[in-house]
T-cell receptor, first 113, second 112 residues
Framework: DTEVTQTPKHLVMGMTNKKSLKCEQH?????MYWYKQKAKKPPELMFV???????INESVPSRFSPECPNSSLLNLHLHALQPEDSALYLC????????????FGSGTQLSVL | KQEVTQIPAALSVPEGENLVLNCSFT??????LQWFRQDPGKGLTSLLL?????REQTSGRLNASLDKSSGRSTLYIAASQPGDSATYLC???????????FGTGTRLKVLA
């Protein structure tokens, strides 16, 4: 199994809503990542979890709240988002070593109205 | 500042052509470089990973080379097909940082 699974695939939410994005992998990877990608731009790193602990936070606004309940799951909780937060949110995972390949999920296309 | 750039930004070629995509990076101290393919609105698919100690990697019709000293990598696609149409991204993991830094991508269209 070499897949990273993200749900939902599409999400539309209002600025007062609370929603969560979910990511799951069963490759035994101990590093998991959230990226944000705007149209026709490269992915931008948001968060990195290493061994279920937050190791990198790229100065992301607090309306985005990551959570890593166990080594296979990664969530991104969304609250009071702005229309400019509309983007493709990508989850990725890898082995802990810096020499290892990054595996991406298919993403959640988020629209904030 | 550690940066990754890709040229050209867009490329359109007839089916069957061999083509080369370029990736440049500003610091030769890297752990590795990874090439990805992305279809519109989809996630990234890993194509090839080259470690800093390697010169090239091959997978099927794809060949990626790495010249660390000059800060360059190329992705060679042989006998291009319409199904190769996508955006190709390179990402570099610089020494001293855990994260990959992505280039802006090359949008490839292969015409039937």
């Amino acid at each position: 199994d070499t897949e990273v699974t993200q749900t939902p695939k599409h999400l539309v939410m209002g600025m007062t809503n609370k929603k969560s994005l979910k990511c799951e992998q069963h490759m035994g990877h101990r590093a998991m990542y959230w990226y944000k990608q705007k149209a026709k731009k490269p992915p931008e790193l948001m968060f990195v979890y290493s061994y279920e602990k937050l190791s990198i936070n790229e100065s992301v606004p607090s309306r985005f709240s990551p959570e890593c309940p166990n080594s296979s799951l990664l969530n991104l909780h969304l609250h009071a988002l702005q229309p400019e937060d509309s983007a493709l949110y990508l989850c990725a995972s890898s082995q802990e070593s810096v020499h290892e390949k990054l595996f991406f999920g298919s993403g959640t296309q988020l629209s904030v109205l | 500042k550690q940066e990754v750039t890709q040229i050209p930004a867009a490329l359109s070629v007839p089916e069957g052509e061999n083509l080369v995509l370029n990736c440049s990076f500003t610091d030769s101290a890297i752990y590795n470089l990874q090439w990805f393919r992305q279809d519109p609105g989809k996630g990234l698919t890993s194509l090839l990973l080259i470690q800093s100690s390697q010169r090239e990697q091959t997978s099927g019709r794809l060949n990626a080379s790495l010249d660390k000293s000059s800060g360059r990598s190329t992705l060679y696609i042989a006998a291009s097909q319409p199904g190769d149409s996508a955006t190709y991204l390179c990402a570099v993991r610089f020494v001293g940082t855990y994260k990959y830094i992505f280039g802006t991508g090359t949008r490839l269209k292969v015409l039937a």
